[in-house]
């Protein structure tokens, strides 16, 4: 396993703002994937389809609006089967009103480790925008998905 990847955006928007983006199925797809369906309490189902990934995990804690932990892998892929990693969200608020967006996947395969960098840096980015309050425009990932999403997706 690698080292946990680590990344943070500041976004202009109120952490309650925020929050939501990360939880609530019809808002996710806005920044990341295609399809989510979520129960965002502890146990509850985290599914997403990011560019034909099927990323299946559970929520672990669920802390409004200020954190959120659950796992991570792919549907039949015996490198990072679902649950198999752990992404955990904690948004701080700062003056302005800002929010700064501290993510940290930790468990990920080290064959896995820099596309799953990549594509949180490419998200990440993209939740930025939406969360405050922009369009962040149609993601041209879902018609031209990287390389490592096209292996993912078939691992």
Do not use: C, Q
């Amino acid at each position: 396993m690698t080292e946990p990847f680590r990344t943070s955006v500041t976004i202009e928007a109120a952490p309650g703002d925020v929050f939501p983006y990360l939880v609530d199925a019809d808002l996710i797809v806005k920044w990341m994937g295609e399809y989510a369906e979520t129960e965002p309490i502890a146990g509850g189902l985290l599914h997403l389809d990011i560019i034909g990934v099927p990323v299946r995990g559970t929520f672990v804690t669920v802390e409004p609006p200020r954190r959120v932990v659950f796992t991570w892998g792919h549907a039949g892929s015996a490198v990072l089967p679902p649950g198999a990693s752990t992404v955990e969200i904690v948004l701080t608020e700062h003056p302005g009103p800002r929010t700064v967006v501290e993510l940290v996947h930790r468990d990920l395969p080290d064959e896995m480790a820099p596309g799953h960098a990549r594509g949180w840096a490419h998200f990440v980015e993209r939740l930025r925008i939406v969360g405050a309050g922009r369009n962040p425009g149609d993601d041209p990932w879902r018609h031209d998905p990287p390389p490592e999403a096209r292996r993912a997706a078939r691992k």
